[in-house]
């Protein structure tokens, strides 16, 4: 496929076209990882509670522990004090479960913006730049064998006042053969894909 226009003119609007939609993505997923960044910065209190609930469960175990070794009553308040280390393990599973709950609005967050962002290009951009390209290869396949096609196309695509300006019945002209308007009409239609006429017309 040609993706480029031969004349200059065209080629710069192209490439300037690619650009803007590249920069385009490029700024869509800047700023969706700044997003994630910012949704994952609060993870920060949950990651408090799990060092709280980790320090409560490690207090609690230590207490256990040493009230093990109390004679007569030591295993009743080991008992007694290991509800403090459930309760620690409660808070850090809480925090987290907030910390996967916070990444994954994050991952999301991001993913949509991407989405979002890249549609104008996904829905107008990419198949402007393949029809024009489908477009291209036809028209060079036959500017140096078939005038009569080309011809053909211009009296389709192009305005009625620039069909004009070749002949004054540009279709009537194109039915009886004429040369040089079906070889002025190619011309047109190569022109206006941005690609350059033959030096010698196809018969």
């Known amino acids: 496929m040609r993706f480029y226009a031969e004349r200059p003119a065209r080629l710069a609007r192209q490439l300037l076209a690619d650009v803007v939609a590249v920069g385009w993505l490029v700024l869509c997923v800047v700023v969706a990882r700044a997003a994630h960044d910012l949704v994952l910065q609060l993870q920060a209190p949950a990651r408090t509670l799990v060092d709280a609930g980790s320090a409560i469960r490690g207090a609690f175990d230590d207490a256990a522990r040493t009230a093990d070794g109390v004679p007569l009553v030591g295993d009743d308040l080991a008992r007694a004090l290991g509800t403090g280390t459930g309760a620690g393990d409660s808070l850090a599973a809480a925090g987290r ?19 979002v962002g890249a549609l104008p290009v996904l829905l107008v951009w990419l198949p402007l730049r393949v029809r024009y390209a489908r477009a291209a290869r036809s028209a060079i396949a ?8 080309l011809a053909l196309r211009a009296i389709t695509n192009l305005p009625v006042r620039r069909l004009l300006a070749v002949s004054p019945d540009p279709a ?18 190569l022109r206006r894909l941005g690609l350059r006429t033959p030096r010698t017309p196809p018969d």
């Open 172 to 189: 009537a002209a194109w039915r009886r053969d004429d040369r040089d308007v079906v070889h002025a009409l190619a011309a047109l239609e």
């Open 97 to 115: 479960e907030q910390i996967e709950t916070i990444s994954a609005v994050a991952l999301g967050t991001a993913a949509g913006i991407v989405l």
């Open 142 to 149: 036959v500017r140096t064998v078939d005038s009569d096609l």
